[in-house]
Nanobody, 124 residues
């Protein structure tokens, strides 16, 4: 059982940056693909970014490409999401998730372990 804890959310202004962190309880965290998802009120939870076990392969949804960067430090059992040039459209609760998968990193249904989320609010 992998336990995930997100941190780093907050209230910022448009154009600002935030770095989210996802810390895992398991030393086998490096065995899992890790993704970031977000959910705005009244909307579905959607994929934002994902990273392969070794950090070589990454995936980003189109709306965050060139603004967000996902990375991981397996020695620290932590995955990061650097978010730059934030806009009000990025306002959502951000969730970290882990999965033992080899494809379709953006598929929410394929993730087995989820954190409780961290709120990101961007004011205009």
């Amino acid at each position: 059982q992998v336990q995930l804890v997100e941190s780093g959310g907050g209230l910022v202004q448009a154009g600002d940056s935030l770095r989210l962190s996802c810390s895992a309880s398991e030393r086998t965290f490096s065995s899992y693909v890790t993704g970031w998802f977000r959910q705005a009120p009244g909307k579905e939870r959607t994929s934002v970014a994902a990273i392969s076990r070794g950090g070589i392969n990454t995936y980003y949804t189109d709306s965050v490409k060139d603004r967000f960067t996902i990375s991981r430090d397996n020695a620290k059992n932590t995955v990061y999401l650097q978010m730059n040039d934030l806009s009000p459209e990025d306002t959502a609760k951000y969730f970290c998730a882990a999965a033992n998968i080899y494809s379709h990193y953006d598929s929410r249904e394929r993730y087995d372990y989820w954190g409780q989320g961290t709120q990101v609010t961007v004011s205009s």
